[in-house]
């Protein structure tokens, strides 16, 4: 079995006219979290997207758990055991909490049959999922609803889990509470794969890191080496963490 669950090689993606990633290498290790950094417009969501199948790759391979997906539609590639939470979340406003969730427990076909003890596990990191479960989730705060986002995610067990600046725009308490959710989550066995702008939740949160520039992958290796050599952080992100 290889130690990386997610393998990217040469990939390159065009959106219409417009050349975005210019062969893209990375990996991601089983059972750690992976950090996606660079300024804006380096095409980090661009590659979560691409391994997604929302954009096509129209050069190189993604590889999942040894499986070739480059060509996969993204129901498929959720099937896979993948789950993605987009930058905006994705919420359906006028749905409560426990619509959203139900929407993605695909063995569950009302909310009676939703897995209790996964319920009880994901309260106990969300405890705003619980306390506002009967609510529409387009009336709760940003950090809330990037709450609801997270345990809509993993509402089944995931293999990988993918997600776009999950500190975008939260309070540093409801941050801590982010952070020690998906410690937990990496702690159950989930590799998970984020972009993030918040370079102090990367170095407390990241094992390693993958730094992009211009649609290619500049930078990868240890967090802990990146958080430490403030001379290699201002070379590739313009600031020091």
Known sequence: MSANLLELAGVHTHIGAYHILHGVDMAVPRGAVTLLL??????????????MGLWQASQGSIRFAGQDI????TPRIAQLNIAYVPENMGIFADLTVQENLLLAARGARNAAAMDSQRLQWI?????????????????????QKQMVAVARAIVEPRDLLIVDEPSKGLAPA??????????QLKQSGVTILLVEQNLNFARRLGDSVAVMDNGRVVHAGAMAALAQDEALQRSLLGLAL
């Open 70 to 73: 480059t060509r996969l539609d």
């Open 38 to 51: 660079g300024r804006n417009g380096a095409g980090k969501t661009t590659t979560l997207r691409t391994i």
């Open 123 to 143: 309260f106990g990191m969300f405890p705003a999922v619980e306390k506002f479960w009967h609510h529409p989730a387009g009336k709760l705060s940003g950090g």
């Open 174 to 183: 409801i941050i801590n509470n982010m952070i020690a959710a998906f410690d």
